[in-house]
């Protein structure tokens, strides 16, 4: 089961929905992709694209964050995400905010609002996650997401191909953690390291 690493919400256990068809990032992972980003979190906009158990952004905000968006299309997934809002008493925090849709329905919408992002992080299914990455790429320039700054880290599996020249986002750098890969993307004009 996952738990909150660090922060306000150190060591809740989290929730995690059974079966095959939601596969939560591990506490490795979650610690080396926040261990990485750690002075980018305070004060952060976060987007969270295929939240799952809704972890990623519940950790950005108990290190800090100053709102988490979870975008999660899946019902029983959606459902996880309540009862682990429920667990850390933040049901009705305004700095969490669930949108039960497709992820290019939300980011059209988040266009729609002018929000933007510090820190946009999807976890795709492993075997779709170069399709869904290149597309979200494409969509966060379409409806400018993500800020100059920021960055964009893709979760995916470190046994299969994965082509880093990703639609409008720059290649920043790739961290494998067993049977997961970190890679990070900034903007082009971005030549800043990850840190």
Do not use: W
Not at 59 to 86: F, H, P, T, W, Y
Not at 162 to 168: A, L, Q
């Amino acid at each position: 089961m996952p738990r909150v690493v660090t922060g306000e919400f150190r060591g809740t256990i989290l929730l995690a929905p059974k079966g095959d068809n939601t596969r939560p990032t591990t506490d490795k992972v979650k610690e080396a992709l926040f261990s990485m980003i750690q002075t980018r979190v305070p004060g952060a906009k976060v987007l969270d694209i295929f939240a799952g158990t809704g972890q990623i952004a519940i950790e950005a905000i108990s290190r800090g964050a100053d709102k988490a968006v979870m975008v999660e299309r899946a019902g029983q997934a959606c459902g996880i995400i309540k009862k682990n809002l429920e667990k850390i008493r933040a049901s009705s925090d305004p700095r969490f905010e669930l949108m039960r849709m497709t992820f290019n329905q939300a980011l059209s919408k988040l266009g729609e609002r002018g929000e933007k992002f510090d820190i946009i992080f999807m976890d795709p299914p492993y075997k779709d996650a170069q399709n869904y990455c290149e597309q979200i790429a494409d969509l966060v320039n379409t409806h400018n997401l993500l800020e100059d700054d920021g960055i964009l880290i893709c979760e995916h599996a470190s046994d299969t191909e994965f082509e880093t020249s990703v639609i409008n986002l720059q290649f920043n750098r790739s961290c494998s953690y067993g049977l997961s890969v970190l890679t990070f993307f900034c903007k082009e004009n971005d030549e800043g390291e990850v840190n």
